[in-house]
């Protein structure tokens, strides 16, 4: 350990204050609204304590973002159809409905300039949900139910770019509902027998899954 680094060690229960408090400021007064000092009076602290532990704003907006962003585990029901509109289905809960409204975009300009910040940001708010719907997108082309040619990074692109799209600019409702036309159109021109996956779908087995 460096001497710089000696010295009381972190006290996770006012990391964990910190990170609520930051949640609690963003809902109340947006991202231009964001104060560290708000944030360290609600949290029982110091600003000075609260930048020695997040030595940027954009890096503690990004950690307080990343503890609502829980995962659920990839759907599998053996059902393309159902499984993708699931992905997007989560997809979207994870941008547009457990982060604060209007945080996102703002967060990724002010972390646009700074590499770091902008990978940290992709990594933490954005990869995992992703991963999520490429494994669901993987095992539709282990089953043969798109056709051979379909880039499975791509298809996963432009599911989750609907979803950005929305949680940047606002947009068509992205409620209950919203992934299943989606996932149709992309499937009709990506899906070996489009008929068949909805026949799937719609069999007793899957028909809880449809929303």
Not at 33 to 43: D, H
Not at 61 to 71: E, G, K, T, Y
Not at 190 to 206: G, I, N, Q, T, Y
């Amino acid at each position: 350990m460096t001497p710089a680094a000696a010295g009381r060690p972190r006290d996770p229960g006012i990391d964990a204050a910190v990170v609520a408090a930051t949640l609690d400021v963003l809902r109340a007064h947006g991202y231009a609204g964001f104060a560290l000092e708000a944030v360290a009076a609600q949290a029982g602290t110091t600003k000075a304590s609260v930048r020695r532990r997040w030595t940027t704003r954009q890096s503690l907006v990004i950690d307080a973002l990343a503890s609502v962003l829980v995962m659920p585990p990839v759907p599998d029901h053996g059902c393309t159809r159902c499984d993708l509109t699931r992905s997007v289905d989560l997809l979207a809960e994870a941008l547009l409905d457990r982060l604060p409204a209007g945080v996102l975009a703002p967060l990724v300009a002010d972390c646009a300039h700074d590499t770091e910040l902008h990978r940290r940001l992709i990594d933490v708010l954005v990869q995992p949900s992703r991963d999520a719907a490429t494994i669901a997108v993987r095992r539709a082309v282990d089953r043969g139910d798109l056709r051979a040619g379909v880039d499975p990074d791509l298809l996963v692109d432009l599911l989750a770019s609907v979803v950005h799209q929305r949680a940047l600019f606002g947009g068509a409702p992205a409620g209950r509902g919203a992934a299943r036309p989606l996932v149709d159109l992309l499937l009709q021109g990506a899906a070996v027998d489009f008929d068949r996956l909805v026949r799937v779908s719609e069999l007793p087995a899957h028909a809880g899954h449809h929303h």
